[in-house]
Antibody, heavy 122, light 107 residues
Framework: EVQLVESGGGLVQPGRSLRLSCAASGFTFDDYAMHWVRQAPGKGLEWVSGINWDSGSIGYADSVKGRFTVSRDNAKNSLYLQMNSLRAEDTALYYC????????????????WGQGILVTVS | SYDLSQPPSLSVSPGQTATITCSGDKLGQKYACWYRQRPGQSPVLVIYQDDKRPSGIPERFSGSNSGNTASLTISGTQAMDEADYYCQAWDSSTEVVFGGGTKLTVL
């Protein structure tokens, strides 16, 4: 069974940093691209970042570019999101998503999602 | 930047066909996928690469993509289909982008 479990969220002051983690199990982690997607309270989905299976290609939404850094450790089956210079508008539920393909721009979409972790910047 | 537009809401009677649209410049030249999100739950992929259904998704869900519009069609809509639906595509300028979402009401 595929499982994605996010951790590391919480309440943080504006300008501070936070690191999210996503522990993956139930599939061959290094075969697939991964994503971070967020959802502000009562709002729609917003893509944050994607990373290919081998970290060879990485992408960010304009809203987080230069502040957030995505990484993965295939040996630990883990995905990370380092969030610096946090702003109130970064407040959201952050989801970890497994892509159905090795490249995050393949168009295959996220076939598995975690339950999300709440980040509150205030 | 690249934008995807969806109608904010759509209402349909049980048993009828619901068609949710997603519009973007030359969207037909990109792959589109669709997600269903029920209240308080994580999104679920229902269509990928325009018209493919993941395993476990009922046949009443179908997709198409041509020109500037991708569509998600739900045939024989059931009460359990009531949810928010989001389209998603990848563009070289914006990377991955989501539409604003459509709230489907079955009444």
């Amino acid at each position: 069974e595929v499982q994605l479990v996010e951790s590391g969220g919480g309440l943080v002051q504006p300008g501070r940093s936070l690191r999210l983690s996503c522990a993956a199990s139930g599939f061959t982690f290094d075969d697939y691209a991964m994503h971070w997607v967020r959802q502000a309270p009562g709002k729609g989905l917003e893509w944050v970042s994607g990373i290919n299976w081998d970290s060879g290609s990485i992408g960010y939404a304009d809203s987080v570019k230069g502040r957030f850094t995505v990484s993965r450790d295939n040996a630990k089956n883990s995905l990370y999101l380092q969030m610096n210079s946090l702003r109130a508008e970064d407040t959201a539920l952050y989801y970890c998503g497994k892509d159905a393909a090795a490249s995050y721009y393949d168009g295959s979409g996220c076939d598995y999602w975690g339950q999300g972790i709440l980040v509150t910047v205030s | 930047s690249y934008d995807l537009s969806q109608p904010p809401s759509l209402s349909v009677s049980p048993g009828q066909t619901a068609t949710i649209t997603c519009s973007g410049d030359k969207l037909g030249q990109k792959y589109a996928c669709w997600y269903r999100q029920r209240p308080g739950q994580s999104p679920v992929l229902v269509i990928y690469q325009d018209d493919k259904r993941p395993s476990g998704i009922p046949e009443r869900f179908s997709g198409s993509n041509s020109g500037n519009t991708a569509s998600l069609t739900i045939s024989g809509t059931q009460a359990m289909d009531e949810a928010d639906y989001y389209c998603q595509a990848w563009d070289s300028s914006t990377e991955v982008v989501f539409g604003g979402g459509t709230k489907l009401t079955v009444l």
